[in-house]
């Protein structure tokens, strides 16, 4: 079984400020991950994934995120925030091959302070 | 607008009380997930459909749960006999079987949330 670990439950950061959100995941088989958004009354929105290849990703909304197979985590970083950034974000996992669930983290609330 | 939409958005019920969520897929996706997100949670997988066929359940879906994709287009959750646990934000996701997103991403729908008094 897969299981995902976000470390911090809130991050609360100064606007234009760079912002790192932990995310580490265990699993025994090889894995895709991704980042998700969910912001106030909606559904989640894909930020990022990764697949296989280059280790750093680039998502959306000048968001991105680096595996490393070794520690077995994918945190996600942006180097200046804006408000509108203020949401919770989610790291989720997905077996590369035989099932099609995702296996989602805690979620941290990350609130950026003007 | 041409996402995943989900009806109700919002519905209270009393315990003991059956619902029932409809979920319309993006058109043309052949798989259709149903997650719950408690609070201060995150989704949790509940059953997926690819076409007519569930393929998948967690052990999440009790016998009290049931989902349906009759024709391979909506889907329906209903939950019998419902508890205040069973309060929670109901996800339904879709995607498509290959072509270039392949079928990585899974696109979500709003959510119902669901209130049991």
């Known amino acids: 079984a897969q299981s995902v670990t976000q470390l911090d439950s809130q991050v609360p950061v100064f606007e234009e400020a760079p912002v790192e959100l932990r995310c580490n995941y265990s699993s025994s088989v090889s894995v895709y991950l991704f980042w998700y958004v969910q912001y106030p009354n909606q559904g989640l929105q894909l930020l990022l994934k990764y697949l296989s290849g280059s280790t750093l990703v680039k998502g959306i909304n000048g968001f991105e995120a680096e595996f490393n197979k070794s520690q077995t985590s994918f945190h996600l970083r942006k180097p200046s925030v804006h408000i509108s950034d203020t949401a919770e974000y989610f790291c989720?996992?997905?077996?590369?091959?035989?099932?099609?669930?995702?296996?989602f983290g805690k979620g941290t609330k990350l609130s950026v302070i003007p | 607008d041409t996402g995943v939409s989900q009806d109700p958005r919002h519905k209270i019920t009393k315990r003991g009380q059956n619902v029932t969520f409809r979920c319309d897929p993006i058109?043309?996706?052949?798989?259709l997930y149903w997650y719950r997100q408690t609070l201060g949670q995150g989704p949790e997988f509940l059953t997926y459909?690819?076409?007519?066929?569930?393929?998948?359940k967690s052990r999440l879906l009790s016998d009290r749960f049931s989902a349906e994709r009759p024709k391979g287009s909506f889907s329906t959750l209903e939950i019998q006999r419902t508890e205040q646990g069973d309060s929670a934000m109901y996800l339904c996701a879709s995607n498509p079987v290959g072509g270039r997103a392949g079928d990585y991403e899974q696109f979500f729908g709003p959510g119902t949330r669901l209130t049991v008094l």
């Open positions: 459909f690819q076409n007519e066929a569930q393929l998948e």
């Open positions: 989720a996992v997905r077996k590369a091959a035989g099932s099609y669930q995702l296996t």
């Open positions: 058109s043309e996706h052949n798989r």
